[in-house]
Every structure is written in C-alpha cells, then in structure tokens.
C-alpha cells in the first residue's frame, strides 16, 4: 500500500456488466441501511442475497415487501427481485457463501451509558465464521463508534472468520436514502488491507463519486465526526433562533444571511424542536463516551447533547406562553415521525412534545401522513381537518411538505382556538397573523 491515505474522484472506469455479475455480495440485516444498500448494487446489476433474522420482516420481503416508508425502494426492490439478483435468506450462513463480499447492516442500538451496543455486529461475525475464506471483505456498514474495529477484529479471530476487515460507513439519510446510494458525495473505504479496500471499491465503479480510502479508525471517526457536526449545526440554529425570538429577528433572514457566505452555507440550519432520529441521539453520546474512555471531556458535544434536550422544553414554552394553562386544552399535532418522508418515530421531538402535553393534561389529536405510534392519551386521526377540529392550539411538530399547504384561514374557521406553534416555520407567518391566527414559530 503506497499510502494509507488515498482519494480518487470521478467516475471509475465503467463497470464491466460480466465481472458485475460475477461479484457475489452478501448484506446481513435488512433494515434501512441494509435493504438500500443491498438495492444500491443489485440496480447496477450485481448479485446481492441478503439475511435477515427477523422472520416476518423476512416473510414480507420474499412476498415483495418493504417493512418501512422510504420513498422510491418498493420499485427498486422489486426490480432486484424480477431480475433475479435479489434474494432474502433467514440464514446469514446461506446468504453469505461463495460471496467476496459481506457488508454487516445489522444494528447498533444504544448500551450501557451512552456506547453503542455491538452484540449484533459479534453475532453476524460468528454467523459467517463457517463460510468466510481468506478472500473475504468483511464490511462494516453499521455505524460503529470510532476504535470499534480493534474488537471486532478480535471478534473474527476469535470466531475463525477468516477474510479482511473493511470499515464502510454510511451517510444515507432517512427519506432520502436512495440519494445515499446511487449518488453518494463520497465513499469512505477503511482497512488495513489494500487488496479488500480495492475489492469494495470496483464494487462502487458505476458511481461518479469520490472514494476515499483511509485505515479502520479514520473510517469510523469520519462518520461520527459528519454526525456530530450536523448534529451541531442544527443545534446551533435552535439556539440562534431561541435569540432571534426574544431580540425580535426572523431567523430565516438570519440563515440566509450567514448562508451566504461560503464557509457557511444554509444547510442544515433549519431551526426546529431539536434533532431525532435513530442515529444523532445515538451516535453523540457513543462518540462521548469513546472520548470519556481515552480520559478527555468533550465539552463542545456535551453541550449539543444538553442544548438538543432543552429544545422540546422551550417548544412546551411556547404552547404554555399562548394558552396559559394546557391542562384540559385540546392540542391539534401535526406531525409524528422525527422527519418529513419517514415513518420513523424513534427519537422524535414530536413524541417527545406529545408526551409532555399529555402530562400537563392536555388532549393531543394527532396527524401523521405515514407515522403511527401509540401513546397513551394521544387520539390519532386520520387527516389534518379531523385534528383541526375545535382545537385550542395547532402545534406543528414534523415538516412533512402536506404540511406547507395548510391555509390559515381554514385552519382560523376549524379551530376553536387561535394559538399555533409552529415549529417547523412551515406556514406563511403574514398570512397567519391575517387570518387572525396568533402565530409563534421558531425565531421568526
Ligand atoms: C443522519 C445523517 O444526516 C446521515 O448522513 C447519516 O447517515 C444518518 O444520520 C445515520 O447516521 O445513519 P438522518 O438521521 O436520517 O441522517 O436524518 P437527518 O436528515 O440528518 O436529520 C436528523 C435530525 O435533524 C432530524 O430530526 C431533523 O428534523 C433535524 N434537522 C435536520 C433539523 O432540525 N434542521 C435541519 O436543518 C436539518
């Protein structure tokens, strides 16, 4: 190996449609990152057989299902399963024999103080430790906080899974994670050896990105570094917007103020009720502990985790300013899944918000386009009317785009109330305050 270090950009040359083919790929868990990663290569014609221990998650793949809302699989899964490049195994063993190539997709739950749990990853190694040979990229796609690569390295020693460790992260987003794959801004390839770097690079020749290839740790570091960078960047945004609010700016002037200037941008600087999800929540406090563990205090992160907290009190804010009391008050929610084009409510301000208003004694109807969830005192309804119906308050809690075509004056005639917290600055201020609606959004 030249250099630990390397980047190429730009197309790669062509895949050769035969050695496509002939590269035989295995995906262990087919969960978001899994199935899209699986979907990723069987589109460019490669061969991907993917294991899943979840027998009814399993059950509804093989009949042609997708056990999640991401927008544009279902079609991709099915064009993987007509071409016959797409199969679903229950057995990690069968899926992954005879291929060159095991990507682990298997998930990292939060442990014990903040660390991830990586009892899944173990498991998958022991699963494929009969069937793997010297020749073998074992891929970590599974977000695993930096320096995980030294246990999991003794895990296949251990198991006699033979075969190179490769570290692949993933940047996909949720309801966007198709982008994620097939048009990926960079793939970072992190192993110790060139030949297995190499290998999981040709199998990404048919994308025109950048591969940067690196050793084990900088791989993980890499990708729990962009979290917490995102993480911090819409934290600060909350936290300039909390300011915007009490000096009187309008934050969305302030974004696009600071967003032009280069070094800035206005991406993620959306303020909102804090960040969700099953991966900022989670990969924060790993990447906390993995620096409290090596004796430093990473103050900055701490302070995004405790600030992210503290968001959903200030939306609760809000609500208390505009009607007083929420005991007894109906609450009209708009909104579940942590994010606009998911059904995913782990980790969502939205639960979050609902629950405390619970608790203070309100009744919540809530509207979700895709996400359910069942909570104890939130009645949920089908259709944004129905929640609207004699409410005292309309808090917008997801920034799902239905939402951006609510008119203010019928949501004026609907309710019973005049006090809408929005927070996801997702309706038109002026014309809310003219149809006399008593409008808070976040620093606006
Ligand atoms: C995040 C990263 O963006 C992905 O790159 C990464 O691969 C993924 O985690 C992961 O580790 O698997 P995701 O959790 O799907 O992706 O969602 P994001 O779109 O990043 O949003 C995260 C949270 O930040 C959401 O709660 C969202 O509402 C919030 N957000 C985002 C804002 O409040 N404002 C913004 O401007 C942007």
């Given at each position: 190996m030249?250099?630990?270090w390397?980047?190429s950009s730009?197309?790669m040359?062509?895949?050769?449609?035969?050695?496509?083919?002939?590269h035989?790929?295995s995906?262990?868990?087919?969960?978001?990152?899994?199935?899209?990663?699986?979907?990723?290569?069987?589109?460019?014609?490669?061969?991907?057989r993917?294991g899943?221990a979840g027998?009814?998650?399993?059950?509804?793949?093989?009949?042609?299902?997708?056990?999640?809302?991401e927008?544009g699989?279902?079609?991709?899964?099915?064009?993987?399963i007509?071409?016959?490049?797409?199969t679903?195994?229950?057995?990690n063993?069968?899926?992954t024999?005879g291929?060159?190539t095991?990507?682990?997709?298997?998930?990292?739950?939060?442990g014990?103080?903040?660390s991830?749990?990586?009892s899944?990853?173990?498991s998958?190694?022991r699963s494929?430790?009969?069937?793997?040979?010297?020749?073998?990229?074992?891929?970590?796609?599974s977000?695993v906080p930096?320096?995980?690569?030294?246990?999991?390295?003794?895990?296949?020693?251990?198991?006699?899974?033979?075969?190179?460790?490769?570290i692949?992260?993933?940047?996909?987003?949720?309801?966007?994670?198709?982008?994620?794959?097939?048009?990926?801004?960079?793939?970072?390839?992190?192993?110790?050896?060139?030949?297995?770097?190499?290998?999981?690079?040709?199998?990404?020749?048919?994308l025109?990105?950048?591969?940067l290839?690196?050793d084990?740790a900088?791989?993980?570091?890499?990708?729990y570094?962009?979290?917490?960078?995102?993480?911090m960047?819409?934290?600060?945004?909350?936290?300039?917007?909390?300011i915007?609010?009490?000096?009187?700016?309008?934050m969305?002037?302030v974004?696009?103020?600071i967003?032009?200037?280069p070094?800035?941008?206005?991406?993620?600087l959306?303020?909102?009720?804090?960040?969700?999800?099953?991966?900022?929540?989670?990969?924060?406090?790993?990447?906390?502990?993995?620096?409290g563990?090596?004796?430093?205090?990473p103050?900055?992160?701490?302070?995004?985790v405790?600030?992210?907290?503290?968001q959903?009190?200030?939306?609760?804010?809000?609500?208390?300013?505009?009607l007083?009391s929420?005991?007894g008050r109906?609450?009209?929610?708009l909104?579940?899944?942590?994010?606009a084009?998911?059904?995913?409510?782990?980790?969502?301000?939205?639960?979050?918000?609902?629950?405390?208003?619970?608790?203070?004694?309100?009744?919540?109807?809530?509207?979700?386009?895709?996400?359910?969830?069942a909570?104890?005192?939130v009645?949920?309804?089908?259709?944004i009317?129905?929640?609207?119906?004699?409410a005292?308050?309309?808090?917008i809690a997801?920034?799902?785009?239905e939402?951006?075509?609510?008119d203010?004056?019928?949501v004026?005639?609907?309710?019973?109330?005049?006090?809408?917290?929005?927070?996801?600055n997702?309706m038109?201020?002026?014309?809310a305050l003219?149809?006399?609606l008593?409008?808070r959004?976040m620093?606006?």
């Amino acid at each position: 190996m030249e250099s630990m270090w390397s980047l190429s950009s730009g197309p790669m040359p062509p895949v050769d449609p035969s050695e496509g083919a002939s590269h035989q790929i295995s995906v262990l868990g087919a969960g978001h990152v899994g199935l899209v990663t699986a979907v990723g290569f069987t589109h460019h014609g490669m061969r991907v057989r993917v294991g899943e221990a979840g027998p009814e998650r399993l059950a509804l793949l093989q009949s042609g299902g997708v056990p999640f809302h991401e927008p544009g699989l279902a079609p991709l899964v099915t064009e993987g399963i007509e071409a016959g490049l797409l199969t679903f195994h229950a057995s990690n063993a069968e899926a992954t024999e005879g291929a060159s190539t095991v990507f682990l997709a298997v998930p990292t739950p939060a442990g014990t103080n903040g660390s991830a749990d990586l009892s899944a990853v173990e498991s998958a190694i022991r699963s494929i430790a009969p069937v793997s040979t010297d020749d073998t990229a074992v891929v970590v796609k599974s977000s695993v906080p930096p320096g995980s690569w030294r246990r999991i390295q003794a895990w296949m020693d251990d198991a006699g899974c033979a075969g190179s460790l490769v570290i692949n992260p993933e940047f996909l987003q949720e309801g966007m994670a198709l982008a994620g794959v097939l048009e990926p801004v960079r793939v970072v390839i992190g192993s110790l050896d060139p030949a297995a770097a190499d290998l999981v690079a040709s199998l990404h020749a048919p994308l025109e990105t950048t591969i940067l290839q690196t050793d084990p740790a900088s791989a993980e570091l890499t990708k729990y570094a962009a979290n917490a960078y995102l993480a911090m960047r819409v934290t600060f945004a909350n936290t300039i917007a909390n300011i915007a609010d009490v000096v009187g700016a309008d934050m969305t002037d302030v974004v696009r103020g600071i967003g032009l200037d280069p070094r800035i941008g206005t991406d993620f600087l959306r303020p909102g009720p804090g960040y969700g999800g099953s991966c900022f929540p989670k990969d924060l406090p790993a990447l906390i502990a993995v620096a409290g563990e090596h004796g430093l205090d990473p103050v900055l992160l701490a302070a995004v985790v405790e600030a992210n907290e503290q968001q959903v009190h200030r939306v609760i804010g809000k609500l208390a300013d505009g009607l007083g009391s929420l005991k007894g008050r109906r609450i009209a929610l708009l909104g579940l899944a942590y994010k606009a084009d998911t059904d995913d409510t782990s980790g969502s301000p939205a639960i979050k918000l609902a629950a405390a208003l619970v608790e203070a004694g309100a009744e919540v109807r809530a509207y979700d386009p895709v996400a359910a969830v069942a909570l104890e005192g939130v009645e949920q309804v089908a259709s944004i009317s129905k929640a609207l119906e004699g409410a005292d308050l309309l808090l917008i809690a997801t920034e799902w785009p239905e939402f951006a075509g609510i008119d203010p004056a019928a949501v004026s005639v609907a309710m019973r109330g005049n006090v809408v917290v929005d927070a996801r600055n997702m309706m038109d201020k002026q014309k809310a305050l003219a149809a006399g609606l008593d409008y808070r959004g976040m620093g606006r």
